[in-house]
């Protein structure tokens, strides 16, 4: 409430309640769930309490979830972030110098992406929700991978739909999109190992695909039936 901590109290029967004693001037009320609640903490105000009757404030409400903060280091610029949520579900946000937030988290595990235009490479973590402000990435710059996709006689497949998941990160599939020549696809994925899906009409294949730092990378995928 004001800048005397003792000027406290908790909620009663209907989330009403009662600071007493407070000086007649201006006063910011912090309001605070108890642990493991589906709410956040947050501020309001100022208020004026009454100084010969009761000053009434009007209903305050909380926002649901929880804060992620973080920053990102050795990124280009033009950076957007992406968290999938442990409901599945996928929040969007801007980087603004190297930092962003993202509101609204429920209790699980988090999986953040930030990426730049061109996809040329990422940040990425697997964060336990609440988490401490704030989470620190590494952007990692793209290599090449020039996938080779065969279907089951050895020739080349055409029109493949290409999913790439960090096996490092645990973070959900990145979908990808690239021109083929003769079944060769170059993909821009950050180093580390690759769980690479692909599929084709009536075909689909995936296999591990180890990304080295500082050099581009060839695999083969097959394709089967």
Same mark, same amino acid.
């Given at each position: /409430?004001?800048? =005397?901590?003792?000027?406290?109290?908790?909620?009663? &029967?209907?989330? $009403?309640?009662?600071?007493?004693?407070?000086?007649?001037?201006?006063?910011?009320?912090?309001?605070?769930?108890?642990?493991?609640?589906?709410?956040?903490?947050t501020s309001f105000g100022p208020f004026m309490p009454g100084?010969?009757?009761?000053?009434?404030? &009007?209903? $305050? @409400?909380? &926002?649901?979830?929880?804060? @992620?903060?973080?920053?990102?280091?050795?990124?280009? /610029?033009?950076?957007?972030?992406?968290?999938?949520?442990?409901?599945?579900?996928?929040?969007?946000?801007?980087?603004?110098?190297? /930092?962003?937030?993202?509101?609204? $988290?429920?209790?699980?595990?988090?999986?953040?992406?930030? *990426?730049?235009?061109?996809?040329?490479?990422?940040?990425?973590?697997?964060?336990?929700?609440?988490?401490?402000?704030?989470?620190?990435?590494?952007?990692?710059?793209?290599?090449?991978?020039?996938?080779?996709?065969?279907?089951?006689?050895?020739?080349?497949?055409?029109? !493949?739909?290409?999913?790439?998941?960090?096996? =490092?990160?645990?973070?959900?599939?990145?979908? @990808?999109?690239?021109?083929? !020549? =003769?079944?060769?696809?170059?993909?821009?994925?950050?180093?580390?190992?690759?769980?690479? *899906?692909?599929?084709?009409?009536?075909?689909?294949?995936?296999?591990?695909?180890?990304?080295?730092?500082? *050099?581009?990378?060839? /695999?083969?995928?097959? @394709?089967?039936?």
């Amino acid at each position: /409430a004001s800048a =005397d901590p003792a000027d406290a109290t908790t909620t009663g &029967p209907g989330g $009403l309640f009662l600071l007493d004693g407070l000086p007649p001037e201006p006063v910011d009320l912090r309001v605070a769930p108890p642990a493991g609640s589906p709410f956040r903490a947050t501020s309001f105000g100022p208020f004026m309490p009454g100084a010969d009757a009761a000053a009434r404030t &009007p209903p $305050l @409400l909380l &926002p649901s979830g929880h804060v @992620l903060r973080g920053r990102v280091s050795g990124g280009p /610029a033009d950076l957007r972030c992406e968290v999938v949520d442990a409901t599945g579900e996928r929040v969007r946000v801007p980087v603004v110098e190297g /930092a962003f937030e993202v509101e609204g $988290l429920p209790v699980g595990d988090a999986h953040v992406e930030v *990426t730049g235009a061109g996809g040329r490479g990422a940040a990425r973590a697997v964060v336990r929700i609440p988490a401490g402000w704030p989470l620190d990435l590494v952007w990692r710059d793209a290599q090449t991978l020039t996938l080779h996709v065969i279907g089951p006689g050895g020739g080349p497949v055409t029109n !493949v739909e290409i999913a790439a998941r960090s096996a =490092d990160a645990g973070a959900p599939p990145t979908e @990808l999109s690239a021109g083929d !020549v =003769d079944g060769l696809y170059t993909l821009p994925l950050e180093p580390g190992t690759w769980l690479v *899906t692909a599929r084709s009409q009536d075909l689909a294949g995936s296999g591990p695909v180890v990304v080295p730092a500082g *050099t581009p990378a060839r /695999a083969t995928l097959r @394709l089967a039936r």
